[in-house]
């Protein structure tokens, strides 16, 4: 069943005046070729300041620009999601794998936070950070813009402590580690750039200990002290130790080149999260298992 569809909008800024129509489209979207993006503009589904424009329409700073996208059919997911925990500021929710936090791609309504909105019509949750769409586990949300706030401020101060569990291969993995490695923003032939390990990226820290080791695979504990795009996935890939079935991120914790957008197949799960209560300042913790279906569950 096809979704409602969905305006996009954007503004240009200083650093992208001057470029066409076109250009700006075909280089900020490339997961469309800039063939689609032509025949978009040609049909005028996309528009400048309210008006049609033509691909070689040179832009100004400050300009709005609106694409109508029509109702398309979203990928499979699950579409469904555990409430762990709940007050009038605060909800703890758990995700399965496969499942997107935000909207993004070919996804609008198969999202975590279209599901949350639809339970509670009433209020607007805002997630305080993300999972990758293949990571199941833990979501933190505010149900009300000073509660938001002040989780928020609690995740840039670190004050906010997000556990992992995670499943590589086996190797002489040290019993406790730490992983010092700055993250930052790579080109890629397919999905435009994605986030890697990178010397003058920005500085990341994740601490692990072996839970369980086996024949072929290795339990991890892993908790981040900084919340950096794909961290885990980047750090235990540099460190030597990529996530089983990660289809991104190899050995150097660098993105493959024939990656595609929304692979998913790597077993990495939020398993725990600790947080000042937004009003009464109490330290709260909240677990979540791996889900049956998950291998990390059996390990």
Not at 47 to 53: D, I, K, Q, R, Y
Not at 85 to 101: F, H, I, N, Q, T
Not at 111 to 119: A, E, G, N, P, S
Request: with cysteine; glycine share 10%; proline share 9%.
């Amino acid at each position: 069943m096809a979704n409602q569809g969905w305006i996009y909008r954007d503004k240009i800024s200083k650093n992208q005046a001057g470029l066409s129509l076109l250009a700006y489209y075909a280089g900020k979207y490339p997961h469309s070729s800039p063939e689609e993006w032509l025949d978009r503009i040609l049909s005028a589904a996309i528009l400048v300041n309210g008006s049609p424009a033509g691909p070689d329409t040179v832009l100004e700073i400050g300009q709005q620009l609106t694409y109508q996208r029509p109702p398309w059919t979203e990928p499979d997911v699950p579409l469904f999601f555990e409430r762990l925990y709940e007050d009038a500021e605060v909800l703890v929710v758990a995700k399965p794998s496969g499942l997107p936090v935000l909207a993004g791609g070919g996804f609008l309504e198969h999202t975590l936070i279209h599901l949350v909105h639809q339970h509670y019509p009433e209020v607007t949750p805002y997630p305080i950070h993300r999972l990758g769409r293949g990571t199941s586990g833990l979501v933190l949300m505010a149900k009300s813009k000073p509660a938001r706030a002040k989780l928020s401020q609690q995740m840039r101060e670190g004050k906010i402590t997000k556990i992992y569990r995670a499943l590589v291969g086996r190797g002489d993995i040290p019993d406790n580690f730490t992983i010092n490695q700055a993250i930052g923003k790579i080109a890629h032939p397919i999905l435009g750039y994605v986030y890697g390990a990178l010397a003058d990226g920005l500085s990341a820290r994740s601490d692990g200990r072996v839970l369980k080791k086996h024949p072929d695979s290795t339990l991890l504990e892993v908790q981040i002290f900084t919340g950096r795009p794909h961290q885990i996935r980047i750090h235990l890939a540099f460190f030597g130790y990529p996530l089983i079935g990660d289809p991104l991120y190899g050995l150097g914790g660098l993105p493959r080149p024939d990656a595609v957008p929304g692979d998913c197949g790597y077993y990495l799960h939020a398993n725990q999260i600790l947080f000042n209560h937004p009003s009464t300042g109490e330290r709260i913790s909240i677990c979540c298992p791996a889900p049956p279906e998950s291998v990390i569950s059996y390990q």
